[in-house]
């Protein structure tokens, strides 16, 4: 059989012929296992190398794989019926991560994961630059694209539910070179942002106390957040199911309050509020930049967008779980429709009331007392003249950067455990332990907890903060991605045959909704640093603005002489089947 003739299937094992050497995949189960065909002196011998670790290997498995393996081959003329059979248990340490994510689990990962610093925190520039509904609008619109976006990954990672989904889909339906890029870029990203987590832990307790310092805090958090992620990733989900459900509760608590203040509970704030900001200072903020006020506004709502793009970075993290949870066929969908009620609750919602009760100019915004003194969920609380809130909100900001923090280092390893498995990092990276954690990815991802210390020197805080503007244009590349990785799927299926009405789950609006979001996420990749431009060119801001693209562009270059595939993959040489065969024949168990 030729290498590139069609796959052999029986029952539960499939012989797949893989390059010209005659090697051949056979997937038992959940177990891999690799064979070796060589004709000597027209005697042919299979050496199996299974995933499983000695002591797993028991000799009634050893049997089951020799006696499949005898019978596929035979049935379909590919070996000797005579050949001999040699099976090599524990030369190969295990690879594969665990489905032990519950549907709840991915649910509320799916619902709280995103809410963080860029909403408690970074919603105060686009309120002072654009106003309450210039912001408003900035976020309705981003709102869209992550719509698209989200819809795009949810039937691409329903159907094929692999971890760290989106960088392996680009890998697969564009090229390796674009997948190796995007998922370099946006992993490194996350290191980083893990080091960002580490050095704000501290800076949220000093709105309590100064007596322990920075650097003692980092070390703490950096130690106990990888601990943590060594765990199985049950473990995991256990732990972010009820912080996210503490993130949830503190929002719709929060929404509720401010509904309260603005009818008029407050007695600071002398009666009813109604919209008695959006009429004095006014609805849409100064903006930004130039002298013409409408330009001005403008620009101001432009930043807001980006800033708005920032905010809602993290909505694909339903991607990288979808590997490591139990029924993705059925969590998936179900957290990927819950992408419009968190958008709608958590973050309109949630800007609309603070609109309401902070305006525009509020000194507070500027505040520099305290990491989070210019928090405009702080300020409304302070301003409705709630004393013991304030306390309670910021415990909550604490618990919520506890855990974006260790976020960070479980997508981070998922990412690079991802590209390891696709051949696009060293394979040592994909080796797990006995709970499925790839734990070389977790340590090579906490290792950029360090950064962290830069936080506490004057020179180093400056390097750090331009560190940061160069990796937060990864998200942005994600989302790209995944939409033209999702166009790309759409037209493997029809060279298939495969209609989409067939699938798990069908994406809204499409193809349409993933042209749109490609179309405008290209716009804000490329005009995310126009103040470098104005009111004069800074050379520095330019650089921590667009050196992130040309970066993209250099580690594609790299990896595109590496690989020398085409620009992009045809269509008949898409993958669709690894990675979702053997799903399709499991009957799930939702207990």
Request: charged content about 15%.
């Amino acid at each position: 059989m030729s290498p590139d003739e069609d796959k052999i299937e029986s029952g539960s094992i499939e012989l797949v012929d893989v390059d010209s050497q005659g090697r051949a995949a056979s997937q038992h189960n959940d177990n891999i296992h690799k064979i070796d065909s060589k004709d000597e002196k027209k005697k042919r011998s299979i050496y199996v190398t299974t995933s499983l670790s000695q002591h797993q290997t028991s000799d009634e498995t050893r049997a089951r794989i020799h006696n499949e393996i005898l019978s596929t081959a035979a049935a379909h003329g590919e070996f000797d019926p005579e050949m001999q059979i040699e099976i090599e248990e524990g030369t190969v340490q295990d690879t594969e991560v665990k489905r032990e994510l519950k549907e709840r689990h991915t649910s509320m990962i799916a619902l709280g994961g995103t809410i963080g610093t860029g909403l408690f925190i970074g919603i105060s520039s686009p309120l002072m630059n654009a106003g309450p509904v210039g912001a408003l609008i900035a976020y309705l619109f981003m709102g869209t694209l992550v719509f698209g976006v989200t819809q795009s990954l949810g039937e691409m990672a329903t159907f094929i539910p692999v971890t760290s989904s989106f960088t392996v889909f680009t890998a697969r339906f564009i090229s390796p070179a674009f997948g190796a890029a995007t998922g370099y870029m946006y992993w490194f990203s996350w290191c980083i942002t893990f080091a960002l987590e580490l050095s704000v832990v501290g800076q949220i307790i000093d709105f309590w106390t100064f007596a322990v310092p920075l650097a003692a805090w980092i070390s703490i958090f950096w130690v106990l957040l990888t601990v943590m992620n060594l765990f199985p990733v049950k473990f995991y989900g256990e732990f972010e199911f009820w912080v996210a459900s503490i993130k949830v509760i503190a929002i719709i608590g929060f929404i509720i309050y401010c509904l309260c203040m603005v009818c008029g509970a407050s007695k600071k704030l002398n009666g009813p509020v109604g919209f008695r900001y959006w009429r004095h200072p006014g609805a849409f903020g100064p903006g930004i930049i130039s002298k013409d006020i409408n330009e001005a506004r403008f620009l101001g709502w432009f930043s807001s967008l980006i800033n708005a793009a920032f905010t809602f970075q993290g909505t694909e993290l339903v991607g990288v779980t979808a590997g490591e949870t139990a029924n993705p066929r059925k969590a998936v969908p179900r957290a990927i429709r819950q992408v419009t009620a968190r958008i709608l609750i958590f973050y309109i919602l949630s800007l609309f009331f603070i609109g309401l009760l902070v305006p525009y100019n509020d000194p507070k915004l500027t505040s520099t007392d305290s990491y989070i003194s210019s928090s405009p969920f702080i300020i409304a609380i302070e301003n409705a003249g709630t004393d013991v809130l304030p306390h309670i909100f910021n415990a909550v900001i604490l618990t919520t950067i506890i855990s974006a923090g260790n976020s960070n280092v479980y997508v981070g390893s998922r990412i690079l455990y991802g590209l390891a498995k696709e051949k696009l990092a060293p394979s040592f990276l994909c080796k797990t332990s006995k709970g499925g954690v790839p734990y070389y990815a977790v340590f090579a991802t906490s290792l950029f907890g360090a950064l962290a210390y830069m936080e506490t020197s004057t020179g180093g805080q400056n390097a750090f903060n331009w560190l940061l503007n160069i990796t937060a244009v990864a998200g942005f590349f994600s989302w790209l991605f995944i939409s033209l990785a999702h166009i790309r799927f759409m037209q493997a299926l029809k060279f298939r045959d495969i209609s989409r009405n067939d699938l798990p789950f069908k994406a809204m609006l499409m193809p349409g909704l993933a042209y749109y979001a490609t179309f405008f996420m290209l716009i804000i990749i490329i005009l995310q640093g126009f103040t470098a431009f104005a009111p004069k060119f800074s050379v520095s801001d330019f650089f921590a603005a667009y050196i992130s693209i040309f970066l993209f562009i250099g580690l594609y270059c790299a990896f595109q002489v590496y690989f020398r595939s085409p620009f992009m993959r045809p269509l008949h040489a898409i993958d669709l089947d690894s990675g979702r065969r053997h799903l399709d024949s499991i009957v799930w168990n939702d207990n």
